[in-house]
Structure formats: structure tokens, C-alpha cells
């Protein structure tokens, strides 16, 4: 199953009528998707066309899950594209609707020739089965941006199991870090507890020094441990590597496993000792980062 990012776009146009045939109209269409936490739909159709969007809305309903989307349809060369004449009929309509409205608002500006052939072109009659041809290009476009949105949710994964990689290699690097530590402090607390007895000038005691020595390393040990966090990170990564490789919709478990992922290099960074860890500790963080930039991106 693919894995789809919200961000892509379409735009179709209806072929043009061959030149033996009558004028018809021709129509366009352009979807254009972000990333949003919903699915959230925006219309911005041609009054021609306006019936068209229930059907539109429930097409896209059906066919995303997640993302804002924007849907812009239009019409172009209509038969009454060129301007025509209005008939006296039309005129003196106009003429009464325009003195009714300036007998109560007396400043009103009075309508202009354009205005004049604005509304007498629009009044002609909608060709018949226009609102059925632009969901027939609708369908085509819906595909073409399923298409789109699939070619960068690809991307994305593939981006996503490139820092996976990269943070199994910071764990594995990490991992050895902590023995050499405890093994450093327990020779530092030794020197420190025989030196103690001879500044004190008292008997020098090697079982005791050792002993208490290997007592702090013990709880400094205890202190330092991450063998936790990084076997839940290990286990947070194999689940990000199921998911990408199952696709569908995944965006929003991704984003839970980009926070507990975050958690664990957080308490990484705050038991560590040494600046290699702490490197390692800040590695993560900036390649956690970038993958919850790209997640809020998939559907």
C-alpha cells in the first residue's frame, strides 16, 4: 500500500471541440493540497457550475482522508463568450430594477454599458450536461492528484528511512558509551578513596577502597543507565520501518512515535556524563526533528 503525503495538485482542462464542430464551452479544473490535521475541502467554482458541488465534495470525501484542500473549477469559451446585443425586454428590466433601487438609495451610481452586458450575458441558459462533464474531469483529477500526492509521499518515506538508519547507528554508537563510563568512574573513585586514606594517613585498606569504589560505580551505573531508552528507541524504530513499509494512512501514529522518540533522546541527553553522549543525545534530536517536519506531511 502506498504511502501518500497531503501536499500535491492537479489541474485538467475538458478538450477543445474540433473546428468542424459547434462552439461548446470548455472546462478547467485545479486542486491544490497541504498538510492540515483534517480533511478540510474549499470551493471556488463558477456560478455555472455551482450545483456541481455536492457531488465534488462527496468525491473528494471518498477519496482523502486528510489535508486542505482547495478545488477551483471554470469555464471557458462558451458560446455566449463573445458579447451579444441585450434585447429591449432585457434593457428595460434592467432600467426598472435600477430605478427601484435609486428611489431608496438616491447616491447609487447608475449601471455602466459593461455592467449592462455583464448581466445580460449571464442570464443566458446553462448548456445541458456541464455540471455532468465537469465531475467526469473531476474524477480524472482526483486521480492525477492521488498520483501526485502518492509520488511525494514516496519521497518522504524514503526520507524517513534514511534517518531511521541514521539513528540505529547513533544507538549503536551510544550503546557502548555507558561500560566505559562506569569503568572510568570506578577507577576515578578508587584513586580518589586511596588518595582520601593518605592524605588522612590512615591504614591504606585495598579491599575496603576497592569495595567502596565499586559501590559508587555501581550507583553511578544505576544513574547513567539507558539500556531502557535505548531499547525503546530501538523498538519505537522498528515500528516507524512497519509502518512505512505497510503504507496507507500512517501520519498521525508517526507523529506518536516522532514525540516518544523525542522523549528518549531527551532522557538520553539528561543522564549523560560525557560529550560524546551528549553529541550523540543532540544528533538525535536534530534528526527527530527533521522526521516530525516531514510526517506532519503524510496523510
Do not use: C
Amino acid at each position: 500500500m502506498a504511502v501518500y503525503s497531503m501536499t500535491g495538485y492537479a489541474t485538467l482542462q475538458s478538450a477543445p471541440a474540433p473546428a468542424d464542430a459547434p462552439p461548446s464551452p470548455s472546462l478547467g479544473i485545479e486542486i491544490r493540497s497541504v498538510n492540515s490535521r483534517f480533511l478540510d475541502l474549499t470551493f471556488k467554482l463558477s456560478d455555472e457550475l455551482r450545483g456541481a458541488e455536492p457531488t465534488l465534495r462527496e468525491l473528494l470525501g471518498k477519496s482523502l482522508r486528510r489535508g486542505k484542500i482547495e478545488v477551483r473549477g471554470w469555464v471557458e469559451g462558451r458560446h455566449d463568450s463573445v458579447a451579444r446585443l441585450p434585447t429591449t425586454a432585457e434593457l428595460q428590466k434592467l432600467v426598472s430594477i435600477q430605478d427601484s433601487v435609486r428611489a431608496w438609495l438616491p447616491t447609487a451610481a447608475p449601471l455602466s454599458v459593461a455592467e449592462i452586458v455583464g448581466l445580460t450575458n449571464r442570464q443566458t441558459a446553462v448548456p445541458s450536461g456541464l455540471q455532468d462533464d465537469m465531475l467526469k474531469l473531476a474524477h480524472r483529477a482526483v486521480d492525477a492528484l492521488k498520483d501526485a500526492r502518492a509520488r511525494e509521499g514516496a519521497r518522504l518515506s524514503t526520507m524517513l528511512a534514511g534517518h531511521v538508519a541514521q539513528l540505529r547507528e547513533l544507538a549503536t554508537q551510544a550503546k557502548p558509551m555507558v561500560p566505559q563510563l562506569v569503568e572510568q568512574q570506578r577507577l576515578r573513585f578508587l584513586e580518589r578513596w586511596q588518595d582520601a586514606l593518605g592524605a588522612a594517613n590512615a591504614p591504606s585498606d585495598s579491599d575496603a577502597a576497592r569495595d567502596r569504589a565499586l559501590s559508587e560505580a555501581t550507583a553511578f551505573a544505576i544513574r547513567i543507565d539507558v539500556a531502557e531508552e535505548l531499547t525503546r528507541l530501538a523498538s519505537h524504530l522498528d515500528e516507524i520501518d512497519r509502518l512505512l513499509a505497510h503504507g496507507g494512512e500512517l501520519g498521525k501514529r508517526l507523529d506518536f512515535l516522532i514525540q516518544e522518540l523525542h522523549r528518549e533522546a531527551n532522557t538520553l541527553g539528561s543522564k549523560s556524563s560525557s560529550l560524546e553522549l551528549t553529541r550523540v543525545s543532540v544528533d538525535m534530536k536534530v534528526l527527530i526533528e527533521q522526521m516530525r517536519e516531514q510526517v506532519q506531511n503524510l496523510e
